[in-house]
């Protein structure tokens, strides 16, 4: 089928889904500026609250409601000073909630811990910084919230711990003796994977997966990967050619299992394999290509045992794909794509690009979409959006990218620029026909397309749906819609 008719078909079977207003909330504590910059939201389910804030630049606006929609209270807190940019998690105890933010540079930290019986809020820096550490990603569980760094030049990653409190501790693990390789197996630092190093500036290459999301290619084609499992959280690693490592951390007694499960070994006239991994319940996901090969096989985590494996020559039909293979826009304001034909094209494209693959369930199984990303350049030749550590530049307000991947994953799948095929599977793995079903975010994405101008948008997961929200400028209020499965 023409791919221009696949998304005329998408479209109009989309006017079947239609989205559920939820909450209209007047803008009321507004300062100097009508329109809020940046809205994001908490949801705390043990107390079955949620809190939506607003940021005008001036003050941080707080909301605070049942899940049942009745309002808790409300206020507005001058916040930390301005160079804290960026919202990275919370805890969550008797009612409280506290934000915690970093600075642009992600040496400085700091905490608002917001009380909303006493309408008060208190706001703390903390007295450390990151001299000789880079900071990778935060993990938030209840009343406890987590940073994990590496040390320059080694193989030490670090926690630092915060209770709700604000207190903080640190504790270390040394992997120095443990052997790394790259993609030639040369022995390196777990530093050298974790960061990216360009023009002198270091930090942090690590990317946060929610797993109910139906993340796309851009997200998980990062090398460097951190996955929100609550009272988990687990790092992966793909930058090397024999191995993904897999660190998983336990909370709150904060312990650290390091696994390493084999990659597919094939090489071509002495070029290494593109190559990356995707976890999805307790299974790994590993694909590798090459311009002539690809290898995707689908292992348990724990025992290693192979439950599915694909061989893909540029020379076969791609017979598990339930989709054409779409190539998306080449620029990042571009909506272009067209369908290749051939599966030499497919091939030559994800070795060449940053190799990816992602897993959601379906009714009958689940749908993998295997593919390629390359980074896009805006007319400035600056990165556009690279994972976490690289948001949209000149965007206003508190940036919440890191603190919430849901709206973050949203927000790639919206603007997707990869190569790539869809493919259906059932439970076991045997490849079915059929039609690729819509996912949540294709319902979203429709009204976000006919409400382009929308302003403050944030996206979260409340119970089980997904809560859509963004200010009205013609009631000035900032409006929730419910969006199900």
Known sequence: ????????????????????????????????????????????????TFAIFLDDDKTLNGYLYSQNLEPLGKFASNGLPKLYTEIIGNTLENGQIRLFLKNQNNRNFGSILFDFDRNASV???????????????????????YILTVSRRSSQLNVYVFDHGGKFNKKSFDFNDRFFGD???????????????EQFVTQGAVVKIEETNPN???????????????EKFILTIDGGMLYTYIFEFTVPDLSVNLKA??????SSDGFTPASNSYLYEDKIYQISGLKDTLVFTVKNIDTKEEIKKISLSKNEEITFKNSPIIQEGTSFFSEEFRELDKTSQFLRKISSEDIGVAVISTNNGYQITMGGNKEITNNYGGPMMSGFGGVIPNVPGTTSFSFNPVFYSFNSYKHNKSIRI????????????GRVPQNIFDKIKIYTLRHPKARAENLFKMNDYFVYGKYNEETDAYELFKFSE
Not at 185 to 197: P, S
Not at 221 to 227: D, E, H, P, R, T
Not at 261 to 266: A, L, P, T
């Open 183 to 197: 993609r030639k197996n040369n022995r390196v630092k777990l530093d050298e994977f974790l960061t990216e190093r």
């Open 1 to 48: 089928m023409n791919l221009k008719l696949i998304v005329f078909s998408f479209l109009i079977s989309a006017n079947v889904f239609s989205q559920e207003p939820l909450l209209s909330i007047k803008n009321d504590l507004k300062t100097r500026r009508k329109a809020p910059n940046e809205a994001f939201a908490v949801v705390d389910e043990e107390n079955k």
């Open 261 to 266: 499960v084999e990659k597919e070994q094939f």
């Open 123 to 145: 706001e703390t820096e903390y007295n450390f910084k990151l001299d000789h550490e880079i900071y990778l990603q935060s993990h938030s569980n209840k009343n406890k919230f």
């Open 216 to 230: 796309d290619i851009s997200i998980t084609s990062n090398s460097c990967k951190i996955y929100d499992r609550n």
């Open 422 to 433: 869809e493919c259906l599977f059932d439970i076991n793995f045997v490849h079915h026909g």
